[in-house]
């Protein structure tokens, strides 16, 4: 079955750095388009990143601009989420879904607390 499944959160201080990833199984990877999204508590949840199936193309919120950046490597299914000069407004539950229509898969979500 499909199953997305991220790491990589944490608590970090204000200014750092962290990398999440999203480990994809059961599905052909390389094919569906990749997306990060976070909900912070109280908030709605909001697209943060995406990169396409075939050519690469990333797309990023205007908050987190020049300080993200999505990639993936589709040899080893997996979507990465470089998050740098990191604020206390990241902090949130991160997500990554995979989407080709008309499939639609989440994972479960990775805690990210920047806090001092």
Known sequence: QV???ESGG???QPGGSLRLSCAASGFTF???SMNWYRQAPGKERE?????????????YADSVKGRFTI???NAKNTVYLQMNSLKPEDT???YCRAMKWPNDAWGQGTQVTVSS
Do not use: N
């Not at 697209?47 to 797309?59: E, K, M, P, R």
């Open 3 to 5: 199953q997305l499944v």
């Open 10 to 12: 944490g608590l970090v």
């Open 30 to 32: 390389s094919s569906y």
């Open 47 to 59: 697209l943060v990143a995406a990169i396409s199936s075939t050519s690469g193309v990333t797309d």
């Open 71 to 73: 990639s993936r490597d």
């Open 92 to 94: 949130a539950v991160y």
